[in-house]
Each structure stands twice: as structure tokens, then as C-alpha cells.
């Protein structure tokens, strides 16, 4: 592995490490994104981070390494309606709304990041 890419491994490890453990630090943050049709919107963000942690830390193991990264790009697939959610809310509140729609197609670009280590 060249530097580069045991650089971005470990930023990219670290970027979901951070976020799970957000999820817990301030959940508010990500409850007020969660769209009114996710069940259980509390249990469920403490799941995602739980996730987020688990699929952080196991990039940095070899043999786990592709399978974090596909559930890495599942998850990414999986919080897309929770992005698309904040972007219309910012519209009807008028505020963040390029901030939230610079985020949607930043998602495909996450995704082909996870898929370099598969």
C-alpha cells in the first residue's frame, strides 16, 4: 500500500470513526435530519453509529478491509433519503440550502472512495 493510500485509509477510517461517535456526543443533530418515516428514530441512530464505528475501525484490518468498504457504500446508499430529507428541509426553511445540496452528489464521491478498497 503507498502512502497515499494508507493515508486516505486512515482519514477515511477516522471520518466514520468520528461520525459514529457523534451520533452518540449529539444525537439531536442527526435526529433532526431523520426523516418522519424512520422507525424508531433514537434506537436507529445509535444503530447507524454503532455501524459507522464498527465499519471505521475495520478498514484498518486487512482481511476485513473489503467488507467494511461494501458495507461502508451500503451504508452511504442507505442514509441518501436522510440527505435528501435535510436538503428539502433547508429549502422550506431557506437556510443551508447549498451546504445541504453541495452534500447529495458529495455522496457518490464517498462511495467511490469506499469502493478504492474493495
Known amino acids: 500500500m503507498t502512502t497515499l493510500n494508507l493515508f486516505s485509509l486512515i482519514t477515511m477510517s477516522a471520518a466514520y470513526c468520528f461520525a459514529g461517535i457523534s451520533h452518540f456526543i449529539k444525537p439531536a443533530v442527526f ?38 468498504a461494501m458495507g461502508v457504500i451500503c451504508l452511504l446508499i442507505a442514509v441518501f433519503p436522510a440527505n435528501v430529507y435535510h436538503f428539502q428541509k433547508a429549502l422550506k426553511k431557506g437556510e443551508f440550502i447549498i451546504p445541504t445540496l453541495i452534500r447529495l452528489p458529495i455522496q457518490s464521491l464517498l462511495i467511490y472512495w469506499a469502493y478504492t478498497f474493495i
Do not use: C, Q
Not at 51 to 60: N, P, R
Open 31 to 68: 435526529l433532526k435530519i431523520t426523516p418522519k418515516w424512520v422507525p424508531y428514530p433514537e434506537k436507529i441512530n445509535f444503530i447507524v453509529g454503532l455501524i459507522e464505528i464498527a465499519l471505521g475501525s475495520a478498514l484498518l484490518i486487512g482481511s476485513t478491509r473489503s467488507y467494511a
